[in-house]
C-alpha cells in the first residue's frame, strides 16, 4: 500500500477523518503498522476525570486513546480525503455573532419547545449506530446520561441494545432513526416495533445512496489493528442488519442494503402512510430537496451530510442550513447536525433558523473516554457555552436568538 504523506496533528485539524489519526496510522502499512499497545499509550493526555474537561475537543484524544484504531478510525472517518469532516465545523467560521448590548437578561432561559415538549437546550444526541464499539455500557450509558439532562434521544437501526432497554433507561420517548433496508416487510417492522416501544418519531436517513461506503481512513485504521474481529463481530460480519438488535427476530433473508436503491418521493409517500407518529427525514441539504420532502409528508426535517460520512461535498451543513430553512418557509422545524463543537456553533445555527441541533462524534468521545459521566460532560460543557454566547450577544432566550445576530463574515 502506498505511504499517505502525514498530516499535522492540531487540536483542531480535528473532527474525525485521517487529520485525527495520529500519523503513524496515516502512514501505516500493513507490515509497518504500530501495535495497538503501542498506539494506546501514545500521548497520554492529562486529563482524567470528565470534569476536567475544558471543551468538547478534550474529549477527541481521550476517545482515540481509550479506543482499538478500528473502532476510532470507525468513529473518526470520512470519505475520500476526509474534507468534508472537517468543513462542517471550519464553516462556522463563516459567520460572526453581532453581540447586542443593552438587553435584559434578568429572566435568562435556554430552554425551547420542540412538537410540545420542553427541551432544556436545543440540542440533541443523533444516531450513532452501535455505541458498543465505544463503551461496554453503550447506548444504556448514553440514554442516562440523556436522562439525567434531559435530552432527546435518536436512536439509531444500528444501536447495539434492545431499543426497549434504551428507552427504559432514557425514561421517555425516542426518536427511532430509520434504514429501511431493501425490504418492505422489514421496514414495516422496524416502525411497528419502534412505535410499540413509544418512540414519537421515526427519522428516515436519506443520504447512503452509495452502498457500502468506501472509507478509507477507516481501512487504514483496521490495518493499524492487529485484533481479530470475530471476538466480537460474530462470523466477521458489519452488516448491520445481521447483527442489530432492533432487527432480531426478522426476517431479513432478503435484505442486501440499508435503504432501497432509489429514496424516491413514492417511497416517502408509502412511509408516510405507515408511520404514525411524526416522520423526520434526515439528510437534507437542498432547499429543492425540502421542498420535496415536505410535500410528501416530512414533519421535520435534518439537515445533514451524516458528518461527512458518505459524501465528500466540501459543502458543510450549516453553509446549507439557510437555503433549507428558505424553502420550509416555516411549515415544519429544521433540525441541523454536523461538525457542532461549540455553544457558538449552535448559537449560529439557532440564528440562521435551525429548530435544535444533534451532536454525533462529541458524544462518542465522551462515552469512550469515561461512559455516561463523559456524556453528560459534553452536554453540560455545550450548554454552559452556549449560555455564556446568549447572554453575551444580548438574547436572554432561545426566541430571541434570530437573523439579526449574525453576519456573512467577508472574504
Ligand atoms: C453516525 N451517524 C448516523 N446517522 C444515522 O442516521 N444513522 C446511523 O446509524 C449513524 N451512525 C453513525 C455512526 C457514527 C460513528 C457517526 C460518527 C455518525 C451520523 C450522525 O447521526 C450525525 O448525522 C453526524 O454524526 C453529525 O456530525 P458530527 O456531530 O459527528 O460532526
Given at each position: 500500500?502506498?505511504?499517505?504523506?502525514?498530516?499535522?496533528?492540531?487540536?483542531?485539524?480535528?473532527?474525525?477523518?485521517?487529520?485525527?489519526?495520529?500519523?503513524?496510522?496515516?502512514?501505516?502499512t500493513a507490515d509497518d503498522a504500530p501495535s495497538p499497545a503501542q498506539l494506546f499509550h501514545r500521548d497520554p493526555p492529562p486529563i482524567t476525570s470528565a470534569a476536567q474537561a475544558l471543551?468538547?475537543?478534550?474529549?477527541?484524544?481521550?476517545?482515540?486513546?481509550?479506543?482499538?484504531?478500528?473502532?476510532?478510525?470507525?468513529?473518526?472517518t470520512g470519505v475520500d480525503d476526509d474534507r468534508t469532516v472537517a468543513r462542517n465545523h471550519e464553516a462556522f467560521s463563516h459567520y460572526e455573532i453581532r453581540a447586542h448590548r443593552f438587553?435584559?437578561?434578568?429572566?435568562?432561559?435556554?430552554?425551547?419547545?420542540?412538537?410540545?415538549?420542553?427541551?432544556?437546550?436545543?440540542?440533541?444526541?443523533?444516531?450513532?449506530?452501535?455505541?458498543?464499539?465505544?463503551?461496554?455500557?453503550?447506548?444504556?450509558?448514553?440514554?442516562?446520561?440523556?436522562?439525567?439532562?434531559?435530552?432527546?434521544?435518536?436512536?439509531?437501526?444500528?444501536?447495539?441494545?434492545?431499543?426497549?432497554?434504551?428507552?427504559?433507561?432514557?425514561?421517555?420517548?425516542?426518536?427511532?432513526?430509520?434504514?429501511?433496508?431493501?425490504?418492505?416487510?422489514?421496514?414495516?417492522?422496524?416502525?411497528?416495533?419502534?412505535?410499540?416501544?413509544?418512540?414519537?418519531?421515526?427519522?428516515?436517513?436519506?443520504?447512503?445512496?452509495?452502498?457500502?461506503?468506501?472509507?478509507?481512513?477507516?481501512?487504514?485504521?483496521?490495518?493499524?489493528?492487529?485484533?481479530?474481529?470475530?471476538?466480537?463481530?460474530?462470523?466477521?460480519?458489519?452488516?448491520?442488519?445481521?447483527?442489530?438488535?432492533?432487527?432480531?427476530?426478522?426476517?431479513?433473508?432478503?435484505?442486501?442494503?440499508?435503504?432501497?436503491?432509489?429514496?424516491?418521493?413514492?417511497?416517502?409517500?408509502?412511509?408516510?402512510?405507515?408511520?404514525?407518529?411524526?416522520?423526520?427525514?434526515?439528510?437534507?441539504?437542498?432547499?429543492?430537496?425540502?421542498?420535496?420532502?415536505?410535500?410528501?409528508?416530512?414533519?421535520?426535517?435534518?439537515?445533514?451530510?451524516?458528518?461527512?460520512?458518505?459524501?465528500?461535498?466540501?459543502?458543510?451543513?450549516?453553509?446549507?442550513?439557510?437555503?433549507?430553512?428558505?424553502?420550509?418557509?416555516?411549515?415544519?422545524?429544521?433540525?441541523?447536525?454536523?461538525?457542532?463543537?461549540?455553544?457558538?456553533?449552535?448559537?449560529?445555527?439557532?440564528?440562521?433558523?435551525?429548530?435544535?441541533?444533534?451532536?454525533?462524534?462529541?458524544?462518542?468521545?465522551?462515552?469512550?473516554?469515561?461512559?455516561?459521566?463523559?456524556?453528560?460532560?459534553?452536554?453540560?460543557?455545550?450548554?454552559?457555552?452556549?449560555?455564556?454566547?446568549?447572554?453575551?450577544?444580548?438574547?436572554?432566550?432561545v426566541a430571541s436568538i434570530t437573523a439579526a445576530q449574525v453576519v456573512r463574515a467577508a472574504g
Amino acid at each position: 500500500m502506498r505511504a499517505r504523506q502525514p498530516r499535522p496533528l492540531t487540536r483542531r485539524a480535528f473532527c474525525g477523518g485521517l487529520a485525527a489519526l495520529p500519523a503513524a496510522w496515516a502512514e501505516a502499512t500493513a507490515d509497518d503498522a504500530p501495535s495497538p499497545a503501542q498506539l494506546f499509550h501514545r500521548d497520554p493526555p492529562p486529563i482524567t476525570s470528565a470534569a476536567q474537561a475544558l471543551d468538547v475537543m478534550d474529549f477527541e484524544p481521550l476517545a482515540r486513546a481509550a479506543l482499538p484504531p478500528a473502532h476510532f478510525g470507525y468513529l473518526a472517518t470520512g470519505v475520500d480525503d476526509d474534507r468534508t469532516v472537517a468543513r462542517n465545523h471550519e464553516a462556522f467560521s463563516h459567520y460572526e455573532i453581532r453581540a447586542h448590548r443593552f438587553a435584559d437578561l434578568s429572566r435568562f432561559d435556554t430552554s425551547c419547545v420542540v412538537f410540545g415538549t420542553r427541551w432544556p437546550l436545543p440540542l440533541y444526541l443523533s444516531a450513532v449506530s452501535g455505541m458498543r464499539a465505544f463503551h461496554p455500557e453503550a447506548e444504556l450509558a448514553v440514554a442516562r446520561a440523556a436522562r439525567t439532562r434531559s435530552l432527546q434521544l435518536m436512536l439509531s437501526t444500528g444501536a447495539s441494545t434492545a431499543p426497549e432497554q434504551v428507552a427504559e433507561a432514557r425514561g421517555a420517548p425516542l426518536w427511532q432513526q430509520l434504514y429501511p433496508t431493501d425490504d418492505w416487510q422489514v421496514t414495516e417492522a422496524i416502525v411497528r416495533r419502534a412505535e410499540t416501544m413509544g418512540s414519537t418519531a421515526i427519522a428516515l436517513t436519506v443520504d447512503g445512496a452509495a452502498e457500502p461506503r468506501v472509507n478509507e481512513t477507516l481501512k487504514r485504521a483496521m490495518l493499524a489493528d492487529s485484533r481479530e474481529c470475530t471476538a466480537c463481530h460474530v462470523n466477521n460480519r458489519h452488516d448491520m442488519w445481521l447483527k442489530a438488535p432492533l432487527l432480531a427476530g426478522l426476517d431479513v433473508s432478503r435484505v442486501t442494503r440499508l435503504r432501497p436503491p432509489s429514496v424516491t418521493p413514492e417511497f416517502l409517500d408509502r412511509l408516510r402512510k405507515l408511520v404514525r407518529g411524526r416522520l423526520l427525514i434526515k439528510g437534507i441539504v437542498t432547499g429543492e430537496d425540502a421542498a420535496t420532502a415536505l410535500e410528501h409528508g416530512a414533519d421535520a426535517l435534518v439537515v445533514s451530510n451524516h458528518g461527512g460520512r458518505n459524501e465528500e461535498t466540501l459543502r458543510a451543513t450549516i453553509d446549507s442550513l439557510p437555503e433549507v430553512v428558505a424553502a420550509v418557509r416555516g411549515r415544519a422545524p429544521v433540525f441541523i447536525d454536523g461538525g457542532f463543537r461549540r455553544g457558538t456553533d449552535i448559537f449560529k445555527a439557532l440564528a440562521l433558523g435551525a429548530a435544535g441541533v444533534g451532536i454525533g462524534r462529541p458524544q462518542a468521545w465522551g462515552l469512550a473516554a469515561f461512559g455516561q459521566p463523559g456524556v453528560e460532560a459534553v452536554i453540560d460543557i455545550y450548554a454552559r457555552e452556549l449560555g455564556v454566547i446568549m447572554r453575551q450577544a444580548g438574547t436572554p432566550t432561545v426566541a430571541s436568538i434570530t437573523a439579526a445576530q449574525v453576519v456573512r463574515a467577508a472574504g
